[in-house]
């Protein structure tokens, strides 16, 4: 299994960025697919989660509202819709597959490389 992260990059607060994440070397349809960041110095901590086959999302409290989680089926790509992001939003952000849908790394079987997104004026 691959995941490839990818469109992170400078924006100001405020601005909106789309991650991706695609996905590749099996079937997902019995998986769950979620995202995690990791500020500097920090802990990595969940963003958001979403069930493969039935699209159920689920979100960290902080970040419901402003970031969306989504799936393309047909591509195999995972997405997150960041908007009007703040400065505490810069971290490296992993996409990541595994069995549930959880909060928890553990739950998490296959993780993508991070993509770094840097949220400055």
């Known amino acids: 299994v691959q995941l490839q992260a990818s469109g992170g990059g400078l924006v100001q607060p405020g601005g909106s960025l789309r991650l991706s994440c695609a996905a590749s070397?099996?079937?997902?349809?019995?998986?769950?697919m979620g995202w995690f960041r990791q500020a500097p110095e920090k802990q990595r901590e969940f963003v958001a989660a979403i069930t493969w086959k039935g699209g159920v999302t689920n979100y960290a409290g902080s970040m419901e509202g402003r970031f969306t989680i989504s799936r393309d089926t047909a591509r195999n790509t995972l997405y997150l819709q960041m908007n009007n992001l703040k400065a505490e939003d810069t971290a490296v952000y992993y996409c990541?597959?595994?069995?549930?849908?959880?909060?928890?790394?553990?739950?998490?079987?296959?993780w993508g490389q991070g993509t770094l997104v840097t949220v400055s004026s």
């Open positions: 990541a597959a595994g069995g549930l849908n959880s909060a928890y790394e553990a739950m998490y079987d296959y």
């Open positions: 070397g099996r079937t997902f349809s019995s998986y769950a």
